[in-house]
């Protein structure tokens, strides 16, 4: 019988709770081991929750448990890093949440742990697995919409919860290392390039982007425009627009089933998109690859280049804005 492998949670962030943790329970080569939380109520939840599953008040004490195979890394994005490299260096796989580090740097300096250490590392964009996604890379290698020209993608949503870790500068609070990561890497699924050239726009408070656009031309000549926010009504769609035709996307990063559109000259049609189990689709592939020594899906010089992309975001945005935070990061 195939081993099973034991997974540990560093942090019991909302999103562990309600999608990772389920999505290793609904996972069959995986095992639900042991949760780590420095939160009482949070330990006490765990406890009632998952009958037999360990729980540490300490991040360290689950990381010295040598049953453990894997980990998922849900903390703030300023902890990435650090809790990232302990594990590492303690033998454990890890599943890091999106985005995997703070700058370029960081996420090299991980990397290089990774492969010193003969360690499984994936940044967590479990969009990547849906459907949605599969059958528009589909689309653009079957040519129907001619060579790619410009890509538009948009995710933004009116943040209404106070004191939320989102929000704090000092833990990698702001809205493009939030949602707009996700149009960056989509952007970057496409053009598989690094940009040449980018301008970028925000608005701050309280030391954090709420809301920020940007310009990025790539050497292919490809342009593509990039939107997030905190501050502004839900909206989450992409636009890919090739010499022949187009493709719309709506709820682009979401595994929910619906239509994507392509219009050419031929008139428009529609592709079915089916519902997809996109966070046990990505438990599956990671735990996959530990068990079968290969490497996941999402690789790691794709979270470097998106990373060094995020940099230069950061890096143009123009002086009239107030980003002395932004510089400090990148």
């Given at each position: ?8 949670i ?15 329970l ?18 006490e ?23 453990i ?7 703030p994005?300023s902890?990435?890093?650090e ?9 454990k ?14 996420c090299?300096?991980?990397i290089?742990v990774?492969?010193?250490?003969g ?15 599969q ?7 079957s ?5 790619v ?7 933004r ?7 939320t ?20 890497n ?20 309280n ?8 310009v ?15 501050n502004?009504?839900?909206?989450m769609?992409s636009?890919?627009?090739?010499t022949?035709g ?12 619906g ?6 000259d031929?008139g428009?049609?529609?592709v079915?998109?089916?519902d997809?189990?996109?966070?046990a ?9 530990i ?11 794709e ?7 995020m940099d230069?975001l950061f ?16």
């Amino acid at each position: 019988m195939q081993k099973k492998v034991k997974w540990g949670i560093i942090g019991y962030a909302r999103i562990a709770k309600n999608e990772v943790i389920p999505a290793i329970l609904r996972t069959e080569d995986a095992q639900l081991y042991a949760i780590a939380s420095e939160d009482l109520n949070k330990r006490e939840e765990c406890q009632k929750s998952y009958s037999g599953v360990k729980v540490y008040n300490q991040y360290e004490e689950l990381l010295d448990d040598t049953e453990i195979d894997a980990v998922y890394l849900p903390l703030p994005n300023s902890l990435h890093k650090e809790w990232a490299i302990k594990a590492m260096k303690r033998g454990k796989h890890v599943l890091c949440e999106k985005p995997i580090a703070l700058n370029a740097a960081d996420c090299l300096e991980m990397i290089q742990v990774a492969q010193a250490e003969g360690i499984m590392l994936m940044e967590a964009f479990m969009y990547r697995y849906t459907d949605r996604i599969q059958k528009v890379c589909e689309i653009l290698a079957s040519k129907e919409i001619g060579s790619v020209k410009f890509i538009h993608s948009t995710f933004r949503f009116l943040l209404n919860r106070p004191n939320t870790i989102k929000v704090r500068s000092e833990l990698g609070g702001g809205s493009l290392y939030d949602v707009g990561c996700y149009p960056v890497n989509f952007a970057g699924m496409i053009t598989n390039e690094i940009p040449e050239s980018c301008q970028s726009e925000c608005v701050v408070e309280n030391g954090v982007d709420i809301i920020f656009s940007a310009v990025l031309k790539y050497p292919s000549g490809i342009m593509a425009s990039i939107n997030c926010g905190f501050n502004a009504f839900n909206q989450m769609s992409s636009e890919i627009v090739g010499t022949k035709g187009r493709i719309e996307i709506s709820d682009t990063f979401l595994g929910t089933k619906g239509i994507i559109t392509i219009v050419t000259d031929e008139g428009s049609r529609q592709v079915v998109v089916d519902d997809s189990d996109r966070y046990a689709l990505e438990v599956a592939d990671f735990t996959n690859s530990i068990l079968q020594k290969q490497r996941p899906y999402l690789s790691l010089d794709e979270s470097y280049r998106n990373m060094q992309v995020m940099d230069m975001l950061f890096q143009s945005i123009s002086k009239s804005n107030p980003i002395d935070y932004i510089q400090e990061k990148a």
